[in-house]
């Protein structure tokens, strides 16, 4: 049984510090790069790559809506042709520091809104996708598990990597609770702890209104700017060992 730990890092730019990523670093198994909309820099994103190299993390681009006001966090209304655009342009941005650490890129997850909106809108999706394909065929594609949006990724010749957020809410649908909401993140590493060794041992766990929602879990998510997310992911970590779960990067099982 194997499973990848994700986190979204990166995102600090200019004086402005989010998250702790070199800590983090040392126990999550794949990246996500923030590549400059949402957070990010040339000089965060070189550094944030050459730690990822230090330790052996597999590599992600991370790209969301231009919105670093809003932390990448509100939509906007594009067309599908400039998802597709936005996102070559963002892989091609990290894409730099990566060659330069004669490294590779693994996988693109999209960032925030952009993230959640492909899940509705399925020429936004498919823009997003076609991005990702036209820079690298062989790049993993991260999205939401068990979504529409993976047999999609699928059917347009991505490989997909499903993903789980260890520290959300979940509706009865398999979308997130949204942030702001009552439960909607949450922060006691032991129920975190729980709900993960459920979805990854028994293909689901409980929705906030308490019925069963199944999930598949390839990877992972740490969200970065928990606070509370080193001591989540190095718990979480132990018990994953505990419980016989190989924690690798997902390149080294997606197929």
């Not at 919105?67 to 597709?84: H, N, Q, T, V």
């Not at 693109?108 to 909106?117: I, M, R």
Request: hydrophobic letters at 40%; charged letters at 30%; aromatic letters at 8%.
């Amino acid at each position: 049984m194997k499973v990848d730990l994700n986190a979204d890092l990166g995102e600090s730019f200019s004086i402005y510090k989010i998250g702790n990523d070199t800590e983090i670093m040392n126990y999550i198994t794949s990246a996500n790069i923030a590549c400059g909309w949402h957070g990010g820099d040339p000089i965060v994103m070189r550094e944030t790559v050459k730690w990822a190299k230090e330790k052996n993390v597999a590599i992600g681009a991370h790209p969301s809506y231009p919105d670093r006001l809003g932390f990448g966090r509100r939509y906007m209304k594009i067309s599908s042709d400039e998802a597709k655009n936005y996102v070559i342009y963002q892989i091609g941005a990290l894409y730099g520091f990566v060659k330069a650490e004669s490294l590779k890129i693994q996988h693109v997850k999209p960032h925030g809104a952009l993230y959640n909106a492909m899940v509705r809108d399925e020429d936004l999706a498919r823009g997003i996708i076609e991005g990702i394909l036209e820079f690298d065929k062989e790049l993993i594609f991260v999205g939401p598990s068990n979504s529409k949006i993976m047999d999609i990724a699928e059917d347009m010749g991505l490989r997909v990597a499903h993903e789980v957020f260890a520290d959300r809410a979940y509706n009865s649908d398999g979308t997130l609770v949204p942030r702001g909401r009552p439960r909607a993140v949450i922060e006691d590493k032991e129920e975190i702890a729980r709900r993960v060794i459920s979805i990854v041992k028994d293909g689901g766990v409980k929705a906030i209104d308490g019925k069963w929602v199944e999930l598949r879990a390839d990877t992972i998510c740490i969200h970065g700017d928990n606070p509370n997310a080193v001591e989540i992911v190095k718990y979480l970590r132990r018990v994953l060992d505990k419980e016989c779960i190989d924690v690798v990067s997902m390149g080294e099982f997606i197929k």
